[in-house]
């Protein structure tokens, strides 16, 4: 088994090197996507063989002498690969047709299979060598690819705040494994597991993964790089990026917290879930500002990622009191939406995609109407919408209620801190839930529905067939999952058994595939039940009501209370529609104001609107930040332009500082 | 035997709250009007109503997509199931178990998307403000509702409606701070929900106010027909979910026999019309709210339950 997965990376090399052969032949995209999408077909095959099977390990004479490198398969491995494998998969199908669009293959080609490889191997590392390599790998290879468009504005600076994030993630990471590893250098997993640091290092290295992890991952207040890199990377690398590689920093969160760690105290829980509530809200918050699909998409991926972890922080908070039910129930919740959230953002990654090629525009005010132009893409959007918007009964919704139910099961808890977070962030995820609700209805109702706002949105035409088949798949894929949550739950036992020591009650063996999460007195939901009373009422209604009643209809001008307005551009926007939420909630969260300035009666000036936004986080503390290093440099400048007397003295001076300190220290 | 007169008293309940929900919406709109010194219309008329509009071809707007024509089933259907989820005469009915509160939730939740959506789509701008207001409303009364059924789950140790009930009725649950909290929430988030005075007018078309009716606005004949139905519906749903919580007194249990289902039926029947009458009541007393004071009415609630979940989780006996 593992080594398909290692066939899989050689494999997804050599397409590499394919892709920077081909990338200008016609038949190079279909090479080398198609070659990605078996190459991901079968590690879905393998990570759900890995779930149910052993754990495997292997050891190869490569990488650093007499260390060499470490690999190992087991279930939680098995689990991302599988993540991993869905998600590849969809994208490299949808790139299959979106490439024919990509002016400059050449700049994609290469490192989309390459980005592929790096978070396969992060998957399999079972040292630190092997897990920095392929990290940074990952990071590197994306970064390439959000460089794909370099000239056009505003992508550079994205390019840089990736670059300079994914090395601080890097960092932190790296002082995270020189933690564990410990003076006596035991890089390998194992070794780790076996040191049990003090309860000073343990908490070091939990802070140091949680930044290294969370920021790769888009947790608030290190999210900065996602909607900026999100919407420059090409559409289906979007997609991977959003759906798939924050999935992985979780996975590398997990492996180190829950796995070599062993857990976390209880106050290292309550930040957990503190950062996930604060990451939810405020990412859903600049979600409904934005009105570039993309960048919208992507703060919403910030805003999936705080359920995720509110989800792990309930896990880490139940075990660290030892009840380990609760916490299989929150973490495979976690899992669950985890899962999800690769399915519905890669889904509306790929539909914002073909409409940015059908419109050459992916800015909502500008769209419009795309419903009837774009049937397919529209439905499968809708789909999309309605699952990250947690409704029955998409999946989505099925994560989020095994949340809500994880929330509800309030054991004693002795710690105070936990006793007021617990309940604080089931309030935080039903409020993101909601906001994200009115996010997609914005999102879909603005771009795809009403009259289209633009020549372009007027003239679009339906995707590719393979992009139809990607986006349909998925499309169906999250309703699937969403009416037999029992399987992906069952699918986890294994997981959570080895991470948290318990699992979740067999689903699959429930009457009627009810999903009960602990018994049936205390919450079931059969989503499979509903979607067809739902479906048969709504059917036979109209059935009914077309017999009985009148089946005639007639189209006529809109009535809009007799003052049809003729013009387009009089329709509600994004901006007007989420005017109201800013309003309640963006003064908050953003300070953000209209100001009005209306001219005198008489006064031929035109009347302002002037509306803006302090985003807390870029505003109050990236940007002292960087304007402090650069300050710095300015000052440090004159370095550059010293005699070789002076750089010879400056030599000279560090030399005595540390022989002095080194002699201060012995 | 016994599943089928399960499946009988199951079906007996959809179709209960189907035939009554016009009727509790004829006996608002009639207090209503008694109390403005109005004869008002018949205790019937929204049956009539219904009638008529079904009987009148759609009159659609021609740049209407396929979304506007299926959203008013799927409203209606979301929202039917959604009440005959709620115990009414007896708890612990065949198909209860298949969703919870929290499923109740969404349920109305897909349909308010798809309402929103709806209103969206031919692209008019009372569709657009009615959406606007709607989804705004929403974001306060929904984490809200989810808070409210956190205080009751967390009290009766379940999110099921029945085992809530049966709870209520025979555990010492006695008077809690929490429960009278999410009692009040509950109470404005049925106003909020509902688009009843002091949130929305349901009787209103001045276009400044509306916001349910800006987004039905371009509806017309059988596809009004079903929206009404679903309002008249959702009326119905909350005002028999705060009875089945906080007033569970008169509920059969699903074995019972047919004398403790006409106990239960009766007792229902008294609970909704209380429900009818202090609603107009309580509409005739209060003037709309502007818009943008809506927040503090509906973030109230959301604040209120949330003192009453972070009260359960300190203190047990809260």
Same mark, same amino acid.
């Given at each position: 088994m593992m080594s398909l997965v290692l066939i899989c990376i050689i494999a997804l090399c050599l397409l590499a090197v394919l892709g920077a052969a081909l990338a200008h032949a016609p038949a190079g995209r279909f090479v080398v996507y198609g070659g990605c999408v078996l190459v991901s077909v079968v590690s879905f095959v393998t990570g759900l063989a890995a779930i149910s099977g052993p754990l495997v390990r292997m050891a190869l004479p490569l990488g650093i002498p007499w260390i060499g490198v470490h690999f190992r398969l087991d279930v939680l491995s098995g689990f991302f690969l599988l993540l991993l494998g869905i998600g590849a998969a969809g994208a490299s199908l949808f790139a299959i047709g979106y490439g024919a669009h990509e002016e400059e293959p050449q700049r994609v080609l290469p490192f989309y299979p390459l980005f592929l490889a790096g978070m396969h191997m992060v998957l399999i590392a079972d040292d630190a060598f092997v897990f920095l390599f392929s990290w940074e790998l990952m990071s590197l290879a994306s970064w390439a690819l959000v460089l794909a468009r370099h000239r056009k504005a505003g992508n550079a600076q994205a390019g840089?705040?990736? =670059?300079?994030? *994914?090395? #601080?993630?890097?960092?932190?990471?790296?002082?995270? #494994?020189?933690m564990l590893a410990g003076p006596d250098g035991g890089y390998a997993f194992d070794a780790m597991r076996m040191a049990h640091p003090g309860a000073g290092v343990a908490a070091l290295v939990f802070a140091l993964v949680l930044i290294g992890a969370g920021s790769k991952a888009g947790l608030v207040p290190l999210h900065v790089w996602l909607p900026l890199a999100h919407p420059a990377a090409p559409s289906h690398v979007s997609a991977l990026m959003s759906g798939v590689m924050t999935k992985i920093a979780l996975y590398g969160f997990i492996r180190l917290v829950f796995d070599i760690l062993g857990g976390a105290p209880w106050w290292a829980a309550a930040i957990v879930l503190a950062l996930g509530g604060i990451t939810a809200v405020l990412g859903v918050l600049h979600a409904l500002m934005e009105h570039d699909l993309k960048r919208l998409l992507a703060y919403s991926t910030v805003e999936n990622i705080g359920i995720v972890f509110v989800g792990l922080g309930?896990? =880490? *908070? #139940?075990r660290a009191n030892g009840f380990a039910a609760g916490a299989a129930l929150a973490f495979t919740a976690a899992l669950f939406h985890a899962l999800n959230h690769t399915l519905f953002k890669s889904l509306l990654?790929?539909?914002?995609?073909?409409v940015l090629n059908a419109t050459g525009t992916s800015d909502m005010e500008r769209l &419009? &109407? =795309?419903?009837?132009?774009m049937p397919v893409t529209s439905a499968a959007m809708l789909a999309g919408c309605a699952a990250i918007s947690a409704l029955p009964p998409m999946n989505g919704f099925a994560s989020e209620w095994l949340t809500f139910q994880a929330v509800l099961l309030r054991p004693e808890l002795p710690q105070w801190g936990l006793k007021l977070m617990i309940p604080v962030d089931g309030a935080l995820l039903a409020l993101a839930a909601a906001l994200a609700a009115a996010c997609f209805v914005r999102a879909f109702g603005i771009a795809f529905l009403g009259r289209s706002r633009s020549a372009a949105a007027t003239d679009a035409r339906e995707a590719d067939r393979w992009s139809i088949g990607a986006m349909a798949g998925f499309g169906a894929l999250c309703l699937l999952t969403g009416l037999f949550p029992g399987v992906v739950i069952d699918l986890l036992g294994p997981v959570s058994q080895t991470m948290v020591g318990a699992r979740m009650p067999h689903q699959m063996s429930d009457p009627w595939l009810t999903t009960v999460p602990v018994e049936a007195s205390r919450s079931s939901y059969n989503a499979l039940l509903l979607f067809a009373f739902v479906g048969a009422s709504g059917w036979l209604a109209a059935v009914i009501v077309k017999r009985f009643g009148s089946s005639g209809l007639r189209r006529s001008p809109a009535w809009d209370c007799g003052f049809p307005d003729p013009s387009p551009m009089t329709q509600y926007t994004g901006a007007s529609l989420s005017q109201p939420i800013k309003r309640v909630y963006g003064e908050l969260a953003f300070w953000a104001r209209d100001e009005v300035d209306m001219p005198a009666p008489g006064e031929m000036r035109a009347a302002r609107l002037t509306s803006s936004r302090y985003d807390p986080i870029w505003d109050g503390v990236y940007a002292p930040i960087g304007f402090l290093i650069g300050a710095a440099a300015n000052v440090l400048n004159v370095l550059q332009f010293l005699t070789i007397r002076r750089y010879l003295g400056f030599v000279f001076v560090a030399l005595i500082v540390l022989l002095v300190l080194l002699a201060l220290w012995q | 035997m016994a599943v089928i007169a399960q499946f009988l008293v199951q079906g007996a309940q959809m179709l209960l709250v189907l035939a009554l929900a016009p009727l509790l919406t004829g006996l608002v709109r009639k207090v209503k009007a008694r109390l403005q010194r109005r004869i008002g219309p018949p205790l019937l008329q929204p049956y009539r109503d219904l009638r008529r509009l079904m009987a009148k071809d759609v009159v659609l707007a021609e740049n209407a997509s396929w979304l506007f024509r299926v959203a008013p089933y799927v409203i209606f259907a979301s929202t039917w199931v959604a009440a005959a989820l709620i115990p009414t005469f007896a708890a612990g009915l065949m198909f209860s178990w298949s969703g919870d509160l929290i499923v109740i939730a969404g349920l109305l939740g897909s349909a308010r998307f798809v309402q929103a959506l709806a209103a969206l789509d031919v692209g008019t701008s009372f569709g657009g403000i009615g959406a606007s207001r709607e989804v705004m409303i929403a974001s306060l009364a929904e984490p809200a509702m989810i808070l409210i059924v956190f205080s009751v789950a967390l009290i009766a140790g379940s999110t099921q409606l029945s085992v809530v009930a049966e709870h209520m009725l025979n555990a010492q649950v006695g008077l809690r701070v929490s429960l009278a909290l999410a009692l009040v929430a509950l109470v404005i988030v049925a106003m909020a929900e509902n688009a009843r005075i002091? %949130?929305?007018?349901?009787?209103?078309?001045l276009e400044l106010t509306m916001v349910h009716e800006a987004m039905v606005l371009e509806y017309s004949g059988r596809? @009004?027909?079903m929206i009404e139905l679903g309002v008249a519906l959702k009326l119905l749903l909350? !005002?028999?979910? !705060?009875?089945?919580?906080?007033?569970p007194m008169g509920l059969a249990d699903s074995g019972a026999g047919p004398l403790a289902f006409l106990i239960g039926a009766a007792s229902y029947a %008294?609970? @909704?019309?209380?429900g009818g009458v202090m609603l107009g009541i309580f509409e005739m007393s209060i003037a709309k709210m502007r818009v943008f004071r809506l927040p503090n009415f509906v973030g109230a609630a959301l604040m209120l339950s949330l003192l009453g979940v972070l009260l359960l989780f300190v203190s047990r006996g809260m």
């Open positions: 840089f705040v990736y =670059l300079v994030m *994914a090395v #601080f993630s890097g960092l932190a990471m790296l002082l995270a #494994f020189g309930l896990a =880490l *908070a #139940f990654f790929f539909c914002t995609g073909a &419009g &109407g =795309l419903i009837k132009r | 002091p %949130v929305d007018n349901p009787a209103t078309h596809h @009004l027909a909350y !005002i028999s979910m !705060i009875a089945c919580i906080f007033f %008294v609970k @909704l019309t209380a």
